[in-house]
Every structure is written in C-alpha cells, then in structure tokens.
C-alpha cells in the first residue's frame, strides 16, 4: 500500500525550531518528487515547498523568507522540514504529499494524513 | 506571482443537481490545473490533474475543463458524499498556488 506518514509536529513557542518528518512506503520514492502543504485552522490549502525526486531543485513559497528548509533522503525514503524562527501563523496541519515523477512539479496524487503544528506561548 | 481565484467561495445545491466551480488564474498556466476535494476533517484527494484528467478511482460526474487561465470543475448530479471543499491548483511552475477553496453544501 503506498503511505506517506508524517511526525513531528507538536507545541512550540514563538522563534523555535521544529522538523517534520515524513515516511513513504508502498512505492519507489527516489523516483518521485515531494511537496509540503499546510492549513491553518479553517483555513485553506497553501503550498509550503516542493523537492525533486533526486533533491537537486527546491522550491519555497515566497511567505516563508527563508525560515523553512526542505531535504529528503532517499536511502531512507523520508522527507524532511525544518522549520525555524517560527511564528504564530505558522500553526498548522502540515501535509506531506506525492508528486508523479514524469515533472519536478506536478499535481499531488498520495497524502499523508498531516502532523499539527502549534506555535503558542 | 500567478493568483488563482475560486467561485463561488461555497454554495448550495439539491442532490441531482449540476455543480459547475470556476477556477481563474492571473495569467495564462497551459493546462497545468489540479482540482481536490477535501471531505470535512480529512485529508485531500486528488480528483483532476492536468485541466480534464480524471484521477483514478474517481466518479465519472466529476468533470473538468479548460485551459490558459480559466477552468471548470463540474459535479454532474450531485452526491451527498460530494459535500466537501474544492481546491485547485496551478503547477506550471513554482509557487504551486492553491485557490481560496469552494465549500459545497447539500440544500
């Protein structure tokens, strides 16, 4: 059965450090690319970042300034985000999702069922 | 940065209606148009990738259309199993911007 499952999340106070990690299993992750995404309590999808399948492109979306930072290990077949500096409206569902592996960017056919991230004082 | 906007934000229709949701984006994206349906407290699922292509497993009253920048979701007679909100998404390119997302209710 192809799984992506995600750890990590969890309460962290304002400007500090997590890292989400996501497992695959079922297929052969070193041939697909991987993408982040998160929703904010009642709020909607936003794309967070994506990775090629061998991790030679990463993509940010631009809100992020730096603070997130994306790698994968295919040995391992995981995926990682780190997240720093983080901030209240970074409280999220953080999603793992598949790519196909025909385009480094593409539409997310596999979901992980997210890990919550709070960030609170 | 391309927008993608969604309408309409929610709605609300009679089981056996035709639902038709309207994705537009700022500029022209080929046909690189995803549409998700996300079921209240789960995960999203991947209904149509590339503009019109029908994800595997998915119901045939599910429809796509469109290219450049404007495009159609279309729930031919809808389903109480259909009440969810729909996603879609441009990945021509990054970023891989998510429309604001179009709450579907049963009247």
């Known amino acids: 059965e192809v799984q992506l499952v995600e750890s990590g999340g969890g309460l962290v106070k304002p400007a500090g450090s997590l890292r989400l990690s996501c497992a695959a299993s079922g297929f052969t992750f070193s041939t697909y690319s991987m993408n982040w995404v998160r929703q904010a309590p009642g709020k909607g999808l936003e794309w967070v970042s994506s990775i090629s399948a061998t991790g030679s492109y990463i993509y940010y979306a631009d809100s992020l300034k730096g603070r997130f930072t994306t790698s994968r290990d295919n040995a391992k077949k995981s995926l990682s985000l780190q997240m720093n500096s983080l901030r209240a409206e970074d409280t999220a569902v953080y999603y793992c999702a598949r790519s196909s592996p025909l385009r480094p960017l593409d539409a997310f056919d596999i979901w992980g069922q997210g890990t919550v991230v709070t960030v609170s004082s | 940065d391309i927008q993608m906007t969604q309408s309409p934000s929610s709605l609300s229709a009679s089981v056996g209606d035709r639902v038709t949701i309207t994705c537009r984006a700022t500029?022209?994206?080929?046909?690189?148009l995803a549409w998700y349906q996300q079921k209240p407290g789960k995960v999203p699922k991947l209904l149509i990738y590339?503009?019109?292509t029908l994800q595997s497993g998915v119901p045939s009253r599910f429809s796509g259309s469109g290219s450049g920048a404007d495009f159609t979701l279309t729930i031919n007679s809808l389903q109480p199993e259909d009440v969810a909100t729909y996603y879609c998404q441009k990945y021509n390119s990054a970023p891989l911007t998510f429309g604001g997302g179009t709450k579907v209710e049963i009247k």
């Open positions: 590339a503009a019109a």
């Open positions: 500029q022209g994206i080929s046909n690189y």
